[in-house]
């Protein structure tokens, strides 16, 4: 499975080196040039049900591999079942191994092996295939994703037809809109026009009423018509019986020329009887013809005055006649008149009959204007109520937050009104936990914010203070660290010196407990005194404790002389000959110009000194000095 | 999972991953012999099972 193919056995080895060069483990290698493989040549089958092929006939491959898979598969039969496997190897005795398709397999030495494949992990053969399949399955998945990304274009192509159309409806909109507007201009041409029809009707009302009157009038006129008619009727008659009279006048008038002619025969007769009074008579014809000559102008007169009153007549007469033709012709008038009074009257019907439509209409109309001035009764209502919300929640903005409706927009508005209102809320009741107000809280406030200022700035100062003093403390003990190493290093070395010389050989050295930790850690003290063993000083007797103690002393002293100097009772413990010995050293340091004051009860340190002081406590609470000089 | 060389025994793993890196040691290796080979993926597993069979007793051999 996990073998590694290489072309020779050349290559082989260079891997195997690397490997081992390497450290990297063992692995198993197939050359090409040397591995040959042999391959099953005949299966005793007898019927066994369920044998699927030889493995290496199973597997596809480059042609130059062929022997490296039958060398490894080529004894290999795969069965469907474990049933079918175990007849196989038995009839075949197990010349050749067997593997069942769910892995199980029977080695030719007839051992069994089987049981759960893990096979996320372990299948390392089928990751191949599933590769293929997996790279199969992403060029699929592109194909779609092309389609899909094809099924967007459209979609957004679709999205902006969409937008244009919407773009459309809305222009349609507007068409409307406008078209409502004239609508509802001719509304109102409408109402007007009811209003100049209502006009009309008043003006017609009124014309029927002239009419009305004017028939009245004509009917008086007809009336005074008939009553002249019936005047000159009258006037005719007593014409003519003025003409009659005339007529009767004439005959008169001849019957006197009748008589006057008589009258001038009877005169001529008595011409020609009187012809002697001629003259007279002459004169007296002359007389009458003049009266005869007066009476025919006269007749003449009278002739031409009947002829006039004649042509009067005839005048009057056509009169008559024109008059009568008038009279027809009033008649006809009233007649006609009156089928004018009738069309009037139908009109006035129609007119009525318009008049009640438009009635009708204006009550409609009044019905709707009533309902519109409720309704705008009910939204002054509304809007008075409005308002007075308004008033209230300007009040309100001004007494509680010192606002005017103008300087709200300054004010960021809130997203969500419903938080807002309890956050108010919970701010309210916040401030109400917050109990009585405390006028005097203000200056408090001043008076401590002044105290925590002033408390701050000494607290910086004081922190600045430990800063700066943490490093001068740092600074110190680095100073100190360094001072006592050296001094240390110093007095150790003076110890180990003065520590042969008191002992007269031996070792001694100083010694720190913490090396990490100097300046806090312990000292101790390994000593060596002549003819014994190193030791630590605790393990030494009081005498070696003291005389060390001493030594050490010594040593510091040494290094850093003081020019005085008390020791008490420090050689107490020490035997004879140490004591001595340390006298000695004593006097011997005291040349360095140090003065010793040495409180002692010892003979062989008072052997050494230059001045001694005795002291003594005779009775009880009382001492007693004794001084006494040496040398 | 096969770029990291996922599954292969640490020494074929580290062996692989420096012949990606190294020429010379590219051209001596054809590759690993499940690479190289194919399957029906009905007889994926009996195939796994008979060649893991190999590689143990070839590993024993050398």
């Known amino acids: ?631 | 999972m096969e770029a990291e060389k996922e599954g292969y025994a640490k020494s074929v793993k580290s062996l692989l991953i420096e012949c990606d890196k190294k020429v010379e040691l590219k051209k001596c290796i054809h590759g690993v012999l499940a690479n190289l080979i194919s399957v029906d993926k009905k007889y994926e597993i009996a195939v796994e099972m008979a060649l893991r069979i190999c590689y143990a007793k070839s590993c024993y051999k050398y």
């Not at chain 1, 390497?22 to 089958?45: D, H, Q, V, W, Y």
């Open chain 1, 1 to 631: 499975m996990q073998n590694l193919v290489t072309n020779t056995e050349e290559d082989a080895k260079k891997l195997i080196e690397y490997l081992r060069n390497n450290n990297l483990g063992r692995a198993s290698f197939l050359p090409i040039t040397s591995i040959k493989g042999r391959k099953i040549e005949k299966i005793n089958k007898n019927n066994i049900s369920g044998i699927v092929e030889i493995a290496s006939e199973l597997v596809k491959t480059d042609k130059k591999y062929e022997e490296i898979i039958n060398h490894l598969l080529g004894k290999t039969v795969i069965t469907e079942d474990m049933a079918s496997a175990i007849n196989l190897a038995k009839q075949n005795r197990y010349a050749f191994r067997i593997v069942t398709l769910k892995g199980d397999i029977i080695n030719s030495s007839g051992s069994i092996t089987g049981g759960s494949v893990e096979t996320k992990s372990a299948n390392i053969l089928g990751r191949t295939t599933q590769i293929i399949i997996l790279e199969k399955e992403i060029t699929a998945l592109n194909n779609k994703i092309g389609k899909i990304k094809k099924t967007k274009i459209e979609y957004e192509i679709s999205i902006e037809t969409i937008l244009e159309e919407a773009m459309f409806l809305e222009q349609g909109l507007q068409e409307i809109e406008i078209i409502y507007a004239t609508e509802k201009q001719k509304v109102l041409s409408l109402q007007e026009n009811i209003e100049k029809i209502e006009k009309k009707l008043n003006n017609l009302k009124e014309e029927l009423k002239q009419i009305e009157e004017n028939k009245i009038e004509n009917e008086k006129n007809i009336k005074e018509l008939e009553i002249k008619i019936e005047k000159i009727e009258v006037k005719t008659e007593e014409l003519n019986i003025y003409i009659n009279e005339f007529n009767l006048k004439n005959k008169d008038n001849q019957i006197y020329i009748d008589n006057l002619n008589f009258d001038i025969t009877n005169l001529k007769i008595s011409v020609s009887s009187f012809d002697e009074s001629e003259l007279s008579i002459q004169e007296i014809l002359e007389r009458i013809e003049q009266e005869l000559d007066n009476n025919n102008s006269s007749i003449k007169i009278k002739e031409e005055q009947i002829e006039k009153i004649e042509q009067n007549n005839k005048s009057l007469e056509e009169k008559i006649n024109t008059l009568k033709k008038q009279r027809e012709q009033i008649k006809k008038d009233v007649n006609n008149s009156g089928q004018k009074v009738e069309e009037f009257k139908n009109k006035r019907k129609e007119k009525n009959q318009e008049l009640i439509n438009s009635e009708k209409e204006i009550e409609e109309q009044f019905i709707k204007i009533e309902n519109i001035k409720n309704q705008i009764s009910k939204l002054d209502v509304k809007k008075a109520k409005i308002d007075i919300e308004i008033e209230q929640i300007t009040n309100k903005m001004w007494e509680e937050y010192e606002v005017t409706p103008n300087n709200v927009e300054e004010y960021i508005k809130p997203e969500n009104i419903q938080l807002t209102t309890k956050k108010v809320k919970d701010l309210r009741i916040e401030i109400k936990n917050l109990g009585s107000i405390n006028i005097d809280a203000i200056e408090e406030y001043k008076q401590t914010k002044e105290r925590y200022d002033f408390m701050c700035e000494q607290r910086l100062d004081l922190e600045e203070a430990t800063i700066k003093l943490k490093k001068i403390i740092q600074d110190m003990t680095k100073i100190m660290k360094e001072q006592f190493i050296e001094k240390f290093e110093i007095i150790n070395k003076a110890f180990g010196e003065v520590f042969v010389e008191l002992f007269e050989g031996g070792k001694a050295e100083l010694k720190l407990v913490d090396q990490d930790n100097i300046l806090e850690s312990g000292i101790e003290i390994e000593i060596q005194p002549p003819g014994k063993k190193l030791q630590n000083m605790n393990l030494l007797s009081g005498g070696e404790k003291a005389f060390t103690a001493i030594a050490l002393l010594f040593a510091i002293l040494k290094i850093n002389p003081s020019p005085f100097c008390v020791l008490d009772e420090i050689e107490a413990a020490l035997d004879e000959v140490n004591v001595y010995k340390f006298a000695n050293y004593l006097k011997h340091f005291a040349k360095n110009n140090i003065q010793f004051l040495v409180i002692t009860h010892r003979k062989g340190t008072m052997e050494i000194a230059d001045t001694i002081y005795g002291i003594t406590m005779k009775e009880n609470g009382i001492s007693k000095l004794l001084s006494m000089k040496l040398n």
